[in-house]
């Protein structure tokens, strides 16, 4: 077996691994990256976020096509759907960006390892894979990434029943789907199937859709998803789901079973922190499973680390991303945060929901008082010229600092929006700060702007 000796070895390749590897060499740090898949990128690049995206684009253009070209007097005829070219098309953007990370590793001067990683011993990792390789390693930061969430009562075969990963690849369209779980995966992958002409049923057990979204903005998001067609039934919990034959069949608790052609669960995922030989460093995972840390992304065991979604908090590839770079920087000395009140969440269904802060409900629970500008989609002239004027941008602010505390935001383009405001309230700015910026016109961030001077009861295009 091969032995090697790098200063930082990076236990995972995904959002938090790669960048963590990259501004390492960067710094100048001797860094290796290990993950046992061919491709870097984890999850969000090879099986989450980018094939999803790429798929929801597709699918929406195709109901573009079908449905609201006409609005702009186009008349199109025989439109009909290539499941593998648009499946190719998802997979050749898959490679093109996995594929950049090799590059971009050869540029910096990272050392990839492609296999299974464990640890032998706090300063030894076992690489498993076509060549084995012992690193001994100065520091290790882990970073495991998370994957889909299993329920006991929910049979996968990873064909007619799976998780998010199934149904980024189904060959043809279910003429019915189930989705298990209401939430931001759950819905995007309904939308695409939905698009694409699968009678589409989500099952959630709370009592709305996107627990933890605005509950404003959820409930429009609710209305607007039944407009779609997506049947959504809340408060129904699912007993067993299940393949017979070429069939599937879910039993709902108090409920009608239901005979589909598929079934998607997306209740969440969990921490992918189990076979990393942690018990071989004594270092514990809480029930759930997450690696616990202390403000620099240190474990209970010296020159151990970990960053992503194995530390919980919001499971997002920007905010692992900003995680694994600040860990890097402290290691070297740097004074860098990651400020946890400032992460974008966006829901990349049509039409678009984006938030950043906290929520009216959690103000109210915190006992905030707190002032509320809204602008909606329909006064806004780029909107209207879009032909999307199903939305609003709602700003809420501290009603004595008029600092923004939150804004929420639904409608097209709502994702690329949020990071005015993301960046707003980094900087700690008011809601008079962005009424006081100039806004180009005509554009969407107008209705940033126009929400603003709502705040202060002086907007100027809405009533």
Same mark, same amino acid.
Request: with cysteine; proline share 6%.
């Given at each position: 077996m091969t032995k090697v000796k790098h200063e930082l070895v990076v236990l995972g390749g995904g959002p938090a691994g790669y960048v963590a590897a990259i501004r390492a060499a960067q710094l100048g740090i001797d860094v290796a990256c290990i993950d046992e898949n061919p491709r870097f990128g984890g999850t969000c690049l090879r099986v989450g976020c980018i094939p999803s995206k790429a798929l929801l684009e597709s699918s929406h253009l195709y109901e573009e096509t079908q449905h609201r070209f006409k609005d702009h007097g186009i008349q199109v005829e025989g439109v009909r759907l290539d499941l593998d070219a648009l499946m190719a098309r998802k997979a050749k953007i898959v490679d093109t960006l996995t594929g950049g990370i090799d590059m971009l590793f050869k540029k910096q001067g990272v050392t990839p390892y492609r296999g299974r990683g464990r640890f032998q011993d706090a300063n030894t990792i076992v690489v498993e894979g076509e060549e084995s390789v012992t690193i001994e390693a100065d520091q290790v930061l882990i970073c495991a990434g998370s994957h889909p969430a299993k329920l006991p009562f929910v049979e996968e075969d990873g064909e007619y029943i799976g998780?998010?990963?199934?149904?980024?690849?189904?060959?043809?369209?279910?003429?019915?789907?189930?989705?298990?779980?209401a939430g931001y995966i759950g819905l995007e992958l309904g939308s695409v199937w939905n698009r694409l002409g699968s009678e589409v049923i989500a099952l959630e057990a709370f009592d709305r859709i996107m627990p933890g979204i605005d509950g404003e903005i959820a409930s429009l998001a609710h209305r607007g998803f039944k407009k779609q067609g997506i049947d959504i039934r809340t408060e129904t919990f699912v007993q067993s789901a299940k393949r017979q034959g070429d069939k599937c069949v879910v039993e709902i608790k108090d409920g009608d079973t239901i005979e589909c052609d598929r079934v998607l669960l997306a209740t969440g995922r969990t921490p992918a922190t189990d076979d990393l030989g942690l018990e071989a460093i004594n270092l514990e995972t809480d029930q759930r499973g997450f690696i616990a840390v202390n403000e620099n992304f240190e474990t209970a065991v010296e020159s151990v680390?970990? &960053? =992503? +979604?194995?530390?919980?908090?919001a499971m997002l590839?920007?905010?692992a991303m900003e995680e694994a770079i600040v860990c890097v920087e402290r290691m070297v000395g740097m004074k860098s945060h990651v400020n946890?009140?400032?992460?974008?969440?966006?829901?990349?269904?049509h039409p678009e929901i984006a938030s950043v802060g906290r929520t009216e409900e959690q103000l109210k629970q915190d006992g905030v008082t707190y002032n509320k500008g809204v602008c909606p989609y329909g006064a806004n002239g780029r909107a209207r010229t879009l032909g999307e004027i199903d939305g609003r941008v709602k700003i809420l602010a501290d009603a004595t600092t008029d600092r923004v505390l939150g804004v929420h935001i639904?409608?097209?383009? &709502? =994702? +690329?929006m949020i990071a005015e405001a993301a960046t707003a309230m980094e900087f700690g700015a008011s809601s008079e700060d962005i009424a006081r910026t100039c806004h180009a016109h005509p554009t969407l961030a107008e209705a940033m702007h126009e929400a603003a001077l709502a705040v202060d009861k002086r907007a100027i295009h809405t009533a």
């Open positions: 998780n998010s990963t199934t149904a980024l690849s189904f060959p043809t369209v279910p003429q019915k789907l189930v989705v298990i779980g680390y970990a &960053a =992503g +979604d194995c530390i919980g908090g590839a920007h905010k946890y009140d400032v992460i974008p969440a966006i829901v990349y269904t639904i409608g097209a383009r &709502a =994702g +690329d």
